[in-house]
C-alpha cells in the first residue's frame, strides 16, 4: 500500500529527443508493489511539449489543470481541464501545452513497461 501526496513524489525533466519543458512525477510504479498499471503524472509549461512517439502500449489520460494539444497520426485534437484522452498501442503522439499556464494530467500506462 502506499499514500502519500503528490507534491512530495520526486519531480525529474523528461530528457528524450524532442521533449521541451516536460517533468514527470512518477506517482505509482512497480518500486511501490503496482503489478499491473502504473500511474504518472505529467507537467508541461507554456509551450511545451512531450516527444512524437510511438510505443507499442496504451495511456490513459485524466487532465487536472491547463489546456492543450494532442497530436495523434498527424491530427491535433484540443483538450483542456477534466478532459479524459485514451490513445491506443502503436499511434504517433505527442502532447503540447497551449495554454499560458502549466499543463498538469495523469498517465497510467501498463506496469510491464
Given amino acids: 500500500m502506499k499514500i502519500a501526496k503528490s507534491s512530495d513524489i520526486a519531480k525529474k525533466p523528461v530528457e528524450m529527443e524532442g521533449a521541451n519543458g516536460v517533468e514527470i512525477r512518477w506517482l505509482i510504479s512497480k518500486d511501490d508493489g503496482a503489478e499491473n498499471f502504473a500511474m504518472r503524472m505529467f507537467e508541461l509549461q507554456s509551450g511545451g511539449c512531450t516527444p512524437l512517439h510511438t510505443h507499442p502500449?496504451?495511456?490513459?489520460?485524466?487532465?487536472?489543470?491547463?489546456?492543450?494539444?494532442?497530436?495523434?497520426?498527424?491530427?491535433?485534437?484540443?483538450?483542456?481541464?477534466?478532459?479524459?484522452?485514451?490513445?491506443?498501442?502503436?499511434?504517433?503522439?505527442?502532447?503540447?501545452?497551449?495554454?499560458?499556464?502549466?499543463?498538469?494530467?495523469?498517465?497510467?500506462?501498463?506496469?510491464?513497461?
Fill in 57 to 113: 502500449h496504451e495511456h490513459e489520460v485524466f487532465v487536472i489543470e491547463g489546456r492543450g494539444v494532442l497530436v495523434c497520426e498527424g491530427q491535433e485534437h484540443e483538450f483542456g481541464r477534466e478532459y479524459v484522452i485514451f490513445v491506443p498501442g502503436n499511434k504517433e503522439h505527442r502532447f503540447k501545452n497551449t495554454g499560458d499556464s502549466i499543463l498538469r494530467f495523469l498517465c497510467l500506462i501498463p506496469a510491464a513497461v
